[in-house]
């Protein structure tokens, strides 16, 4: 698959080297007011979702695409990852 096409814009204004945020979103929580008052350190806030549930990736508010949580070893450190499973299509978001 040639991408050329869809990045030569992302170039042409010199935007391929601009850093953007990606927001992961591993799920939800809906606690009533007085539980999310009680809650203290070492709290646990039940979400949502599985733990093998697939996460969803956001620029801003649009979503970008799904993948799987990773734990990858890097540098020495244990570090959080996700794998891409599905890349939205972009041009059909308004």
Known sequence: MDDSADTAPAQAYGLSAVPIEVTVSVGRARPL???????DEGSVLTLDKQLDDPVELYVGDRLIGTGALEVIEEGGQTR??????????????A
């Not at 007011?33 to 809650?39: A, G, K, S, T």
């Not at 959080?80 to 978001?93: I, P, S, Y």
Request: proline content about 0%; aromatic content about 0%; charged content about 30%.
């Open 33 to 39: 007011i007085r539980d999310l008052l009680q809650l």
């Open 80 to 93: 959080l990852a996700v794998r891409l499973t599905e890349v939205a299509d972009l041009k059909t978001q």
